[in-house]
């Protein structure tokens, strides 16, 4: 990470009364398959948090967000939404759309995805310790090679399959 970076996130620290810390970990991929084939997967950091559960492996839960996104309200109102998990549920994620018409996975998808329109990783709550005990990333290879040929949206697409097939494990996010 360019320390340009670093220095931005010690500054906003400070200016935060040190209300959060953080660490810059390199990005890592499974030593199973070809680490450079994960890293194209869609983009370095989207596909890295298929691995997560087992990179961090010190870490409860944590919400991941795309660069892109945009917080309107307190962070704290997303993160209520682990209370409203059940003890069998390892994520919370947003639909993909709202409406059919429009919706990408129910139009255009050639592999399994998670309800009628498919989520939308991009805000992923995640129940680390929880996927460790589902083997959450047992699951990561063995789809990738199954269905690599049919996905557009890599990372996503895995999350949506493994959704598809145990469906209990994730909720909707609302706001």
């Known amino acids: 990470m360019p320390l340009y970076l670093c220095d931005l996130l010690h500054e906003w620290r400070t200016t935060m009364n040190y209300s959060f810390v ?7 991929f499974p030593l199973q398959g070809n680490p450079d084939e994960w890293r194209r997967l869609f983009k370095p950091c989207a596909s890295q948090r298929l691995f997560l559960p ?12 795309d660069t892109d996104t945009l ?7 997303v993160w209520h939404h682990f209370e409203l998990m059940n003890s069998s549920q390892i994520a919370a994620l947003t639909p993909e759309h709202e409406d059919p018409n429009t919706g990408w996975y129910n ?3 050639r592999h399994p995805y998670y309800g009628k329109l498919g989520v939308n990783s991009g805000v992923m709550l995640m129940n680390l310790t929880r996927m460790r005990l589902f083997s959450w990333t047992d699951y990561v290879a063995p789809i990738y090679k199954e269905y690599k040929l049919t996905m557009t949206w890599g990372d996503q ?11 209990g494990k994730t909720i909707y996010l609302h706001f």
């Open 71 to 77: 917080f309107l309200g307190p962070l704290e109102d």
């Open 22 to 28: 953080f660490d810059v970990l390199p990005i890592t």
């Open 107 to 109: 139009r255009f998808a």
């Open 157 to 167: 697409d895995i999350i949506n399959i493994i959704f598809h097939f145990h469906p």
């Open 54 to 65: 087992a990179v961090l492996a010190d870490i409860d839960s944590l919400l991941y967000v």
